[in-house]
Nanobody, 120 residues
Framework: DVQLVESGGGLVQPGGSLRLSCVASGDTISRYCMGWFRQIPDKEREGVAGIESDGSTNYADSVKGRFTISRDNNNQMAYLQMNSLKPEDTGVYYC???????????????WGQGTQVTVS
């Protein structure tokens, strides 16, 4: 079994930066894509970014140019560098594992417990 644990959330002022980390324990996950979703209050959960095993990436339009996803397969980790944060980025961010499909990692089948990001 694989477990995902996120860290790095917190409170930041508008325009600031945060770096989220996700570590996968258990079986190897290098053949799967890794992604980040977020749950914003009063909105549907949305895929923020995904990265395939070969390094291909995709981003939601709302974060393009501000967020960068990366992964370290040797250490089974994924990262989300978030710059120029806005109040509307506030929410719970989830690390996921999934199957790359149609250029995204939105077909997630494993989720972490989430980490709160507050921009205020």
């Amino acid at each position: 079994d694989v477990q995902l644990v996120e860290s790095g959330g917190g409170l930041v002022q508008p325009g600031g930066s945060l770096r989220l980390s996700c570590v996968a324990s258990g079986d190897t996950i290098s053949r799967y894509c890794m992604g980040w979703f977020r749950q914003i209050p009063d909105k549907e959960r949305e895929g923020v970014a995904g990265i395939e095993s070969d390094g291909s990436t995709n981003y939601a339009d709302s974060v393009k140019g501000r967020f960068t996803i990366s992964r370290d397969n040797n250490n089974q980790m994924a990262y989300l560098q978030m710059n120029s944060l806005k109040p509307e980025d506030t929410g719970v961010y989830y690390c996921t594992i999934g199957d790359w499909d149609a250029g995204s990692c939105d077909a997630a089948f494993l989720w972490g417990q989430g980490t709160q990001v507050t921009v205020s």
